[in-house]
């Protein structure tokens, strides 16, 4: 999880620190595919057994849920040519 958004004033606040996610995937020789954040949406669609990409699909989460698999899809595409 990348930060809490605020349900009220949609600001990021760091709760788990920043940075950290990539400052250890570089030292690992990683990529770091997406930083979700957790947000409010998330647990209520969860709740509901709703995918928050349909119950929330204006909210930040699923643009992220979008970068995030276009981004595992274009690591496998480079594995896949490096083999």
């Known amino acids: 999880m990348r930060c809490f958004i605020c349900p009220h004033y949609s600001n990021p606040s760091f709760i788990f620190g920043e ?3 990539r400052k250890v995937a570089t030292e690992m020789g990683l990529k ?7 947000e409010l949406d998330i647990r209520k ?3 509901d057994g709703v ?3 349909v119950s929330a699909p204006k909210s930040v989460v699923p643009k992220t849920c979008h970068e995030m698999a276009v981004n595992v899809v274009s690591t496998l ?3 896949a040519s490096e083999r």
């Open 19 to 21: 940075g950290g996610t």
């Open 32 to 38: 770091v595919v997406s930083e979700i954040p957790l």
């Open 45 to 47: 669609s969860c709740d």
């Open 51 to 53: 995918l928050v990409v």
């Open 77 to 79: 595409d480079e594995l």
